[in-house]
């Protein structure tokens, strides 16, 4: 039992949960480690939502209402933190919901897409083909979901598949607490944030973003820029750690 009144409450319970996910096959055991990285990351960016990555959210969702075909990419951590969130975004944006995983068995797709349903999302399923150019299951997908897309939202991606995306002409939507890795400095727009706080952050902007607003949002798109704010947030704080 965790004490709620344990400084570090919420996440001592989101491992919990994560630890308790993987006996139920949603999250690899690599998921764990994926997690502890994300949350080094949070620690130096102050466990909050910063200027930067709330302009980097609105915009995502931007990309999102002006998409023809958008999907949403779904591995087994993002169902055990957010499923709700997710079909939440879904519910906003209109988006294709449909799982990607890189420790990849029918039996954990099938869970993960059983999570989603539960949690209200309608997921595209059905049989994938090895459809992106990858030497991993991350290839998997399907002809007229993510194969498709014109905009994909990747949370937590992989850098190899995000450069893949890419390639293929792809607007890629990354939500990546490390400002450093390949997705982050590959995708067109990274959300430096933790995903239960960027999903919310996401959706709201689907609702209530104006044409006018979106249109510029989208015009002023500079994810270098996004990225240097990040690394500048998490450097500021490491630099006053011990004033
Ligand atoms: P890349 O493959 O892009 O170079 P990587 O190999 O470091 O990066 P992966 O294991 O492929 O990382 O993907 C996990 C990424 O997800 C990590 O960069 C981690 O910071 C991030 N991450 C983990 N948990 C969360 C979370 N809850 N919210 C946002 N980001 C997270
Ligand atoms: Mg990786």
């Not at 630890?19 to 096959?25: D, P, R």
Request: glycine share 6%; proline share 4%; aromatic share 4%.
């Amino acid at each position: 039992m965790i004490p709620p009144d344990h400084p570090r409450y919420r996440s001592l319970v989101t491992r919990e949960h994560l630890a308790e996910s993987v006996k139920n096959g949603i999250v690899s055991m690599e998921g764990l480690t994926a997690h502890g990285r994300g949350e080094a990351f949070d620690y130096f960016l102050g466990e909050r939502t910063t200027a930067s990555a709330l302009i980097a959210e609105r915009t995502a969702a931007a990309f999102l209402m002006t998409a023809r075909h958008p999907v949403i990419s779904v591995n087994g951590n993002a169902a055990a933190l957010a499923a709700r969130g997710i079909a939440d975004l879904q519910e906003a944006s209109g988006a294709i919901v449909e799982v990607n995983l890189f420790h990849r068995t029918e039996e954990r797709v099938r869970r993960i897409e059983n999570l989603l349903r539960d949690a209200g999302a309608d997921v595209f399923s059905g049989p994938a083909e090895r459809l992106l150019p990858l030497s991993h299951d991350r290839a998997w997908c399907r002809r007229e979901g993510m194969f498709s897309a014109d905009v994909v939202l990747v949370p937590l991606e992989d850098g190899d598949r995000c450069e893949a995306l890419v390639k293929m002409g792809k607007t890629v939507l990354a939500i990546d607490l490390n400002p450093l890795s390949r997705t982050a400095r590959a995708a067109t727009v990274t959300v430096v944030d933790e995903l239960t706080r960027a999903l919310p952050n996401i959706t709201r902007a689907c609702r209530d973003l104006t044409g006018e607003e979106r249109g510029r949002l989208l015009q002023s798109l500079d994810n270098h820029y996004l990225l240097s704010e990040a690394i500048r947030e998490m450097t500021g704080r490491l630099s006053r750690a011990l004033d």
